[in-house]
């Protein structure tokens, strides 16, 4: 038997059952970001108009009574307009810093594809190491820090396609979708008078959420499925229809995300589908296909499937961080 995680997934469930309180039906993605989170990881939504992006983003944050800011990626947004700048002060005589809006806790990069690359680069150094650098100067990030990213599948005027960096630094990619009959009609009881995202009051803290991130660190994997972790990744970059796999980052990814899985499941060790159901939105949108592969219809999540589907599973059981076996 796994002994019970309880701190994690006690507050993993608070969180998914509060944010869905305002975004109707979508406990799953929920779970995802609550998943980053735990992982130290950072999100990429990637959907239409109106589905529910920033109002997952705002209420997630004040699930976590954690700062929140929204900053409008534009053609004409400078990396300083992210970052902040030195400003001349008469009064000290001196230049002093005014920080820009990527100083909070959890920050809602709307249309990020929107803004030119030199300014998309400029959350580079703040989600990889939680700093911002002006001028020579660097300065620390309050914890925990979130990035969540948006951007339209649908219209591509006027946008500017992610570098393949920026791309690698986003743990997951997500899709929210359109919600069935039956939850549209509950967004419009919920929403008929206010928002209830107004009422929405926090469930967690700061410092749950990096006792939570520690926690997860000292989930078992077993080497086996260290192993396994690795093959999925090497594939993507040896399948003949790609023409760049998923990083070592990935690998990485994958291997934190699937600890923060099993820590909100209640258990204290990894198995073989806390991997697999992070496999697509961890690795998909680090795969490149080549331009002939594309025209053919192949998209990158059907490669990740091809690939779950052939390569060989560890077999039904791990090893607990106790040294016992547990089916799984």
Known sequence: MAV???GVAGLGARIVDNVSRVLVGKESEIELCVIALLSRGHILIEDVPGVGKTMLAKSLARSLGCIFERLQFTPDLLPADVTGVNIYSPQSQRFEFRSGPIFTQVL???????ATPKTQSALLEAME???VTVDGTTYPLELPFLVLATQNPIEFAGTFPLPEAQVDRFLLRINLGYLDVANEVKVLERFQHESPIEQLEPVAS?????????????????????????????????????GLGASPRGSLGLFRGAQARAALDGRDFVTPDDIKALALPVLAHRVILKPNAELRGLTSARV??????????????VVSRYGRRAAS
Do not use: C, F, M
């Open 4 to 6: 019970e995680n309880r």
């Open 108 to 114: 809602l990069a709307d249309e990020i594809n929107r």
């Open 129 to 131: 190491e939680r700093q």
């Open 206 to 242: 700061a410092a749950d959420v990096l006792a939570g991130q520690k926690e997860v660190q000292d989930i078992y994997v077993d080497d086996q499925l260290k192993e396994y972790i690795a093959r999925v990744t090497h594939r993507t970059r040896a399948h003949g229809d790609v």
């Open 304 to 317: 990740i499937g091809q690939i779950l589907e052939t390569e060989p599973v560890p077999p039904p059981s």
